[in-house]
């Protein structure tokens, strides 16, 4: 009797280690979908130094259904894509948003020109050499939201894209140099530095050592792009960037990003192209991403284009 008690545990034992398996209990934050709630999950991505699998940080409120909006958030200098993830959430309850948050971790991205600049040099400064477009990492951002549009079943094929600090310095140069997007909507706040589209200075600080036609200018000066600055993001220490090119760029990041929107709208004005930019300023804010993520959630939520 004893022997037959012992097969039987032995039995439930083995079946319990294959349902296991199968079905993923052990790890579900790495299911094929994206619950409800706060997590992570990993996808496959050959840019980068090493071929590391991507982290993504999500938040999906228990009332977000395939057919409502998507938001890509990038973070800033630090890496902190959890973070942000973690403050993006009560926007996410309070407007409905499936909120996505790619970690460009420094081990897999290391450094300024790999993150902000996009890879399109191989260094950070003006003394670099222009990549090969195949090298640049701006193509991620659409296939992070393949995998989620796949993982969710989502309806809608379209996303918006928001980026803050040095999030928003790649995102500038992603709807910049970015020959395609799903975006619908692109937000760029607060970026410390910009490649102004302006020909006499060079890469990354202008466009003078670069391979942008007026055509292209034309398709970028025409995408849904929201310049957002905080108005209180006057100050000059930190790691703001100060460099003779930087620096001509005004002395601070709200000084930097209203001339970044002027001189792209005197370009195109001067190409004869539409320009469908905006340039929106939050009273009362820093250089924080709290703060630019609550105006950057209602903006989304507002549905204007």
């Not at 938001?71 to 894509?81: D, E, K, M, S, T």
């Not at 200075?201 to 202008?206: E, I, K, T």
């Not at 539409?274 to 959630?297: Q, R």
């Amino acid at each position: 009797m004893k022997k037959i008690y012992f097969n039987w545990y032995m039995l439930l034992f083995f079946s319990l280690v294959i349902f296991n398996t199968t079905v993923g209990w052990a790890n579900p934050q790495e299911s094929n979908q994206l619950s409800s709630g706060a997590g992570m999950f990993t996808m496959s991505e050959t840019t980068g130094v090493n071929n590391d699998n991507l982290r993504v940080f999500y938040y999906r409120p228990s009332t977000w259904t395939p057919e409502k909006e998507i938001v890509i958030v990038l973070h800033g200098v630090q890496r902190n894509a959890e973070e942000y993830r973690n403050q993006w959430e009560k926007y996410a309850d309070t407007y409905n948003l499936l909120v996505i948050c790619p970690d460009f971790s420094a081990d897999k991205y290391p450094g300024v020109g790999y993150y902000n600049v996009g890879n399109m040099m191989n260094t950070d400064n003006e003394n670099g050499i222009v990549q090969s477009r195949e090298k640049w990492i701006f193509p991620v951002i659409d296939r992070v939201f393949d995998e989620v549009h796949a993982r969710v079943s989502a309806t809608t094929d379209t996303y918006t894209l928001f980026g803050h600090s040095a999030g928003a310095q790649f995102v500038h140069r992603y709807f910049l140099f970015s020959l395609e997007s799903k975006a619908k909507k692109i937000i760029s706040a607060n970026a410390g530095w910009y490649t102004m589209p302006d020909r006499e200075a060079p890469f990354p600080y202008g466009l003078k050592n670069i391979a942008i036609t007026n055509e292209d200018l034309a398709k970028a000066f025409a995408k849904p792009v929201t310049i957002l600055l905080g108005e209180n993001d006057v100050k000059t220490g930190g790691v703001l960037r100060h460099t003779e090119l930087a620096d001509g760029q005004g002395i601070n990041r709200f000084e930097r990003g209203n001339n970044f929107f002027a001189m792209a709208k005197d370009k195109a004005e001067a190409l004869g192209v539409p320009f469908n930019w905006k340039l929106i300023t939050v009273p009362g804010v820093g250089h924080s991403d709290g703060g630019m993520a609550a105006a950057a959630a209602k903006l989304i939520a507002s549905g204007e284009e």
